[in-house]
């Protein structure tokens, strides 16, 4: 058989690693792209053309679904096959697919026709690029976006052709992963075939302080990367980068996020920022069926008024928008937000059901006009 013939999903049987989720009765795998294709669950074609594309030494994920018992390896592929659609969880800043904590788990586990799958993308985790330094353009939330609707391609995770069954693919993105969904390509999506749930989106288009701000924390950290003596000025404003990208965040984040600063090559954060601060929205369909935002009233990353008025720039319904009390890591619970917080990560599973749920109920009923 070759990898042509052989079914859509028989990649999840190439795992890295495999366990049980932090939440009862789910359960996770580990998958890296470069060993998809070494091993021939993936055609090179795909998988070291995405690589490519996106200028990347390589690409790491995790499916967590929820099961009873453990799905013996022979019938994981039918297991992941046999759903409704997945959730595809995007993270923000020096973040990694570490910092959902929960969430992922709590929504496979309240629709168990769901499979979800948090990315390590745009240069951080294990998804690395090949340049420490990468362009703008390869570490900008659009490339981001065009990244992870390639991957999505390249697992083929829509309703393939000869399929009867809806899927709907559910992005949900925080901070920076909250802004790449903005530029999702609406040409290459049928109707109710995507979802989108932005949290905190890091959008800066109409915060021109924060702009400059990050634009010159991006030129500083690169200024480190390359006059040593900076070094001093970098252990000095680090702390505040953490601070303020994990605001409101558990302790567990903010150590990820620790960790993650210290691995990820400076020439990628010193990118990455000065990109968010020069984003343009030349990119940006207005479309936004089946897309909700929702934004924390104490984010003091992503000023409440500035992205407010942004929306209304965009003619975003306010329908769509959900203002909570939290700050930018709003659905985190941390030692000091524990009722507020974990009230907001309720309500973030409930909007993905929610958007799952209108959009598959769409796809089998057809869209109604008049």
């Keep these: 058989m070759t990898l042509e013939q052989r079914p859509p999903l028989s990649w999840v049987r190439g795992y ?56 013996p390896d022979e ?39 769901l499979a979800a799958i948090t990315v390590d993308h745009n240069g951080f985790g294990e998804t690395r690029f090949v340049r420490d330094t990468p362009t703008l353009e390869e570490c900008c939330p659009p490339s981001a976006m065009k990244t992870i609707e390639n991957l999505i391609d390249v697992l083929r995770l829509r309703r393939q052709p000869g399929e009867r069954a809806p899927k709907v693919i559910n992005f949900v993105g925080h901070s920076m992963g909250g802004a790449a969904l903005f530029y999702l390509n609406p040409l290459h999506w049928r109707v109710g075939e995507e979802t989108r749930l932005a949290l905190t989106p890091a959008l800066l288009l109409d915060d021109e302080i924060k702009r400059i701000f990050f634009t010159a924390l991006g030129i500083g950290i690169s200024l480190v990367n390359m006059i040593r003596v900076f070094e001093v000025v970098e252990r000095v404003i680090k ?7 994990c605001a409101g965040a558990s302790q567990f984040v903010r150590r990820a996020h620790t960790l993650q600063y210290q691995q990820t090559p400076r020439g990628t954060t010193a990118a990455t920022f000065t990109a ?31 992205m407010l008025d942004l929306l209304s720039n965009l003619e975003f319904p306010s329908a769509h928008i959900r203002v909570v009390a939290g700050s930018h890591y709003l659905f985190s619970v941390g030692p000091e937000n524990v009722y507020q917080h974990a009230q907001n990560r309720e309500l973030v599973v409930q909007d993905i059901l929610d958007l799952h749920q209108t959009a598959y109920s769409l796809q089998k009923s057809g869209l109604r006009v008049g």
């Design 16 to 71: 890295v690693s495999r366990g049980h989720g932090d939440v009862p009765g789910t359960h996770i795998a580990l998958y890296r792209m470069s060993e998809l294709v070494n091993r021939g669950f993936l055609s090179a074609a795909d998988g070291r053309g995405l690589l490519m594309d996106a200028n990347l030494v390589d690409m790491v994920w995790q499916v967590e679904w929820a099961d009873d018992a453990e799905t």
């Design 75 to 113: 019938e994981l592929e039918m297991r992941l096959s046999d759903v409704e659609g997945f959730a595809i969880f995007l993270h923000g800043w020096t973040g990694n697919h570490l910092i959902w904590e929960s969430i992922p788990g709590l929504v496979v586990a309240n629709q168990r026709r």
């Design 239 to 245: 702390p505040q980068i953490i601070e303020a990208v």
């Design 276 to 306: 968010m601060g020069l984003l343009a929205d030349r990119e940006i369909a207005r479309r936004w069926d089946h897309f909700k935002i929702t934004l924390g009233h104490r984010d003091t990353l992503v000023g409440l008024v500035p």
